[in-house]
């Protein structure tokens, strides 16, 4: 990227190991907190690096930014995780120039994250380049890819159903839930077992439902008490499970014990109650449903939800790559522009001196003379002469090279090395 004067380093890199390669130990071991991220990004400034974006998740660890050599950064990655490199060399990827600005572009966009359209990687984008420009690890390059990217994003998911449909258990039940209760927000819901994918079904209740009437009862209570901490909800004692049941309308089980939790004798519901049991094996007797207003749902329907919802996903990839490349070719313009700017920049201050000169020797020549219409004129002048070169540049891409040389020469400007 030298020659497009972005950096005074050569290259722009990005570095990283994914759930594509990587397991999950290994992912572990060069997972970042916070506070990692910014000793790697104070170090980096230290060392004369620049641009710098350093993103992690549960499925990916990415350095993005200029180097001379990409194992400055992985250096960097090795240094502040708990990864080593011959770890790294492994299960590691590279991309330099095009292929990792293409690459930041898919990992953005949600084509390269494990469940295809997974639009909360852009969130974790936007809070990465924040940090990086609050350590002045950012450059006009870098903000310019990233917003790039943002948009990029933003029009997939507007002009495309990439991101549609319920991807996982926890968030299928919910959407399941919205599908078929009327007036949901005025529903009792209970959820029972507050493991991890009770934990995350009750985060998508709380978000997606609006419900301020969602009570959780774990055999362990101050598991749910932790859960229902962070969400203001209401917290139940395992004995208070019959009770309850008789007060909800929809009951949500994952508490993954090995044999059912929840039979027809616990339940004497007077009004409708929906069941959807999240649980392997089920949590949930089939007995259940000879209650006449009881309708269970188990984890195999729901998982079929989120089979087919990838699968509609898929073909709408293509689409998604079109937009991709609009607005990659977007950028690729102006990163093209930014390669006159040096010559351009050096031209107006050549034409500027040459004007300063002339109008010092009319002035003194002339009687009377105008400095202020002389500069007027004479602005405008450089500006129009200005706007052809930049404009020439622009549209003459195969012979901008020599473009650039010619304008350097006749002018006598000093060499721009690219």
Known sequence: MRNYHVSRHHSFYAIGLSYQKADAVTRGHFSITNEQRIKILEEAKQDGLEGLLV?????????????????????????????TVEEFEEVAYVYKNQEAI???????????????????IISQLKEAFRVSKKYGLDNPFLERLANAVIQASKR????????????????????????HVKHVSEKNILLFGTGKIGRNTCE?????????????????????????????????????????IRKTDILIVATGAQRPTISKELIHAEQDLLILDLSIPKNVSDDVTDLK?????????LSQMTDDTLAKRKEFI??????????KADFNAWLESRKFAPTIK??????????????????????????EHAELVSNRIIQKIMNQFASHLKG???TSDASLDLIQKVFQLKKINS
Do not use: W
């Open 156 to 179: 997939i998911k507007s002009e495309t159903n990439l991101s549609s449909g319920a991807t996982s258990v926890s968030f299928a039940s919910v959407h399941y839930i919205l599908q």
């Open 293 to 301: 207003n009881v309708r269970l749902v188990h984890l195999d329907y």
């Open 396 to 398: 003459e891409q195969d």
């Open 346 to 371: 050096a031209l107006k201050q050549k034409l500027k001196t040459i004007k300063d000169e002339e109008i010092d020797f009319q002035s003194r020549k002339i009687n009377n003379f105008n400095n």
């Open 55 to 83: 993103t992690s998740t549960c499925n990916r660890t990415e350095v993005y930014g200029f180097a001379e050599h990409p194992f400055q950064l992985i250096k960097l990655l090795c240094k502040h995780t708990q990864g």
């Open 318 to 327: 293509p689409q998604a790559e079109a937009i991709i490349d609009e607005v």
């Open 204 to 244: 998508n209740l709380v978000k997606h439902t609006k419900n301020k009437s969602i009570t959780l009862i774990n055999r362990t209570k101050d598991k749910a008490e932790r859960v229902a901490g962070k969400f203001d909800l209401i917290v139940k004692d395992h004995a208070d499970l019959q009770s309850e």
């Open 102 to 120: 293409s690459h930041l572009f898919r990992m953005g966009t949600g084509l390269d994250s494990q469940i295809v359209g997974d639009f909360e």
